[in-house]
């Protein structure tokens, strides 16, 4: 099934419901939405010669136009590959150059970075800027085609991770895969009705976006915050304007919602529902959650190998506070989302008894086919037809798993996901930077922030403010370091590996 089918339903039989906002004002019903998404399909393989199963990027920042255009591709029969906005031009070009997106659209914040890429990669034959006369011409196209027959698992999302060799892996997600989120989403995460939203202050080119398939599925309505991301003053007033709001949010994120809330004291009643994920929820933030704004909350936990569904601590749990062990279930990431099996494993992919650490294994609908163009990844992270999530956990008897560390030093700040390779890789590039390793801290905001270890060349001295530099030149400015340690060494084991448990300690000693 092409999940274009859900918007086209819901354009048949609700075309009077409000489908999407920017900021307080509805801009167009579900009527208007399934036409214009038609019009733009028959552009992509009309105007620009697209064929079913091409990849089409999106390195756009929030917009209506993000929503129509991932529609659009999908009622064209295409893969589309979102790309954060975030990231730098250079991380940008490479994921468009491996995955051979033949088009990419960009919001006009983006546009001059990204369109020089078409005299430079083979695939890529267009950048087109929201918004522009060649925009609007594709959308002026005047036939409404029928949604492309596409298979259960054909390519629908290309998401590209971060990689631990400084190269991100690109993640295959089927029309399969993303119907059975969409399916775990009404069965573990929350209910949606006709007078719903979603707002999405996270990035569209994450979970924030996915979750727009729930809610196109029950016609409710998506609302594009007028900044463009997210401002927690900005969601309570979007929360009056569209009652019933539902949004994700990384950690972060609930932090800010609860200090405004706290302070400012909003009315709560329109915000329906926070979903969380993304990065560690601490226990005595989410009880101050709790405390501020209710039970409102919801607990997903999930990676871009099985999207947003490998476990959720739904309301049913936040509510049970007769439990026994209520407590340490708020601190888990509660038990395996409906369709899917969770399993903690010893090395040697053995299931451990409850309460024993070990890898966190999933299979499932939800579960990515592989990596694109990376057979050798594929078949070492689907091994014995698990996924191989790396992160480490345990469950209790009753099924409820609690993360209890992250393999391959994987550092989440502000619910982002930041490699330290991709961050050392570009340290390495100054001259007089000699060998440099980094690793996470823990930030009363952020989460993690980053921290690197760096020795330089003999006999010279570099100015943090010279790395900061070598950071922006080639990768995002949010996975730049915080904060820069020289020393004149780094500690290593007996094979020459450096022992990163060790630079972490000498952190947590500073004052």
């Known amino acids: 099934m092409n999940l ?13 419901r409000p489908a999407l906002a920017a900021g307080e004002r509805t801009v167009a019903d579900y009527g208007a939405l399934g036409a214009r998404c038609a019009a733009l399909a028959a552009a992509l393989r009309t105007a620009l010669r697209l064929a079913p199963g091409d990849r089409v990027g999106l390195f756009m920042t929030n917009s209506p136009e993000y929503v129509e255009l991932l529609w659009a591709a999908w009622w064209a029969g295409l893969a589309v590959v979102p790309v954060n906005a975030k990231l730098h031009p250079q991380e940008a070009e490479y994921i468009l150059d491996h995955s051979g997106a033949r088009v990419c659209f960009v919001t006009p914040d983006h546009a001059e970075a990204i369109a020089p890429l078409t005299g430079r990669l083979g695939a890529l034959e267009r950048v087109i800027v929201t918004g522009s006369a060649e925009y609007r011409h594709l959308g002026a196209v005047d036939a409404s085609p029928d949604v492309a027959a596409s298979a259960p698992d054909d390519l629908a999302w290309l998401f590209y991770t971060s990689g631990t060799t400084g190269r991100p892996k690109g993640v295959m997600i089927s029309h399969r895969n ?7 989403y009404f069965a573990d995460v929350d209910a949606i ?26 016609a409710a309505k998506q609302v594009i915050p007028a900044s463009g991301g997210f401002d927690a003053a900005e969601v309570f007033a979007l929360a009056r304007a569209h009652p019933g709001v539902a949004m994700f949010a990384a950690p972060t994120m609930v932090k800010r ?33 709790l405390a501020v704004m209710g039970r409102r909350f919801v607990q997903i936990y999930g990676q871009g190998e099985s999207p947003m569904t490998i476990t959720a601590l739904g309301r049913e749990h936040f509510a049970d506070t007769s439990h026994p062990r209520y407590r340490e279930r708020l601190a888990s990431v509660g038990v395996a989302q409906s369709g899917m099996e969770v399993r903690v494993a010893d090395e040697d992919d053995r299931p451990v008894p409850p309460g024993t650490p070990g890898e966190v294994l999933v299979r499932g609908d939800a579960v990515m086919p592989g990596y694109w163009r990376n057979p050798e990844a594929t078949a070492a992270t689907l091994r014995g037809g698990w996924l191989h999530t790396g992160d480490v956990g345990a469950l209790d008897a009753d099924g409820f798993l609690t993360l209890i560390d992250r393999s391959k030093d994987l550092i989440i700040s502000g619910g982002s996901n930041i490699y330290p390779r991709e961050v050392e890789e570009a340290l390495l590039r100054h001259q007089d930077v000699h060998e440099v390793s980094v690793v996470g801290r823990p930030h009363p905001e952020w989460g993690e922030e980053v921290v690197a270890f760096v020795v330089c060349r003999a006999g010279a001295a570099v100015a943090p403010e010279a790395l900061d530099r070598a950071c922006l030149d080639h990768i995002a400015r949010f996975k730049r370091p915080r904060a820069y340690r020289f020393v004149a060494s780094l500690p290593k084991n007996n094979y020459g590996k450096v022992l990163k448990t060790e630079l972490r300690v000498l952190l947590a000693r500073e004052p």
């Not at 993303?178 to 775990?184: F, G, I, N, P, S």
């Open 4 to 16: 274009a089918h859900l918007l086209a339903r819901s354009a048949r039989v609700f075309p009077e």
């Open 178 to 184: 993303l119907l059975a989120m969409t399916l775990c």
């Open 193 to 218: 009705g006709a007078g719903d939203a979603v707002v999405h202050a996270a990035p569209m080119s994450h979970g924030s976006g996915l979750y727009g398939l729930p809610h196109v599925a029950r």
């Open 257 to 289: 919602l609860v200090d405004h809330a706290r302070a400012a004291r909003p009315p709560l009643d329109g915000l329906k529902t926070v979903v969380y994920g993304g990065g560690p929820m601490y226990l005595a933030d989410i009880e101050g959650a």
